[in-house]
């Protein structure tokens, strides 16, 4: 469950992709690999205002930092956008 307000998601879209959020729903997500839980909780499906390229908006929390993750192939829906997000942070830490 995401435990931050819903204005702290919205500051963070428009920060990190320069457009209004609008709050579109909520979507269990429950990731595994391997047999293991690599993550569970709560995607905010935001759509978007201003935005370029994308109509849709993935974001969710941890440890009260916000991910967002734009609807933009491949990413095309809550759990793909979590899926994207674990890779990128694992090319990112070298693993």
Known sequence: MNELPLST???AIQATHG???SLAE???V???????????????????????????????EVD???TAVLHEPPVDSPR??????IAAEHRYKGN
């Open 30 to 60: 429950h990731e595994q690999f391997g047999g293991e839980t690599v993550w569970e909780g709560d995607v905010l499906v935001f759509e978007l205002s201003g935005h370029p390229t994308a109509s849709r908006c993935y974001a969710w």
């Open 26 to 28: 909520r979507v269990p």
């Open 64 to 66: 009260g930092r916000v």
């Open 9 to 11: 998601f919205d500051q």
């Open 80 to 85: 793909a956008a979590v899926r994207a997000a």
């Open 19 to 21: 457009a209004r959020p």
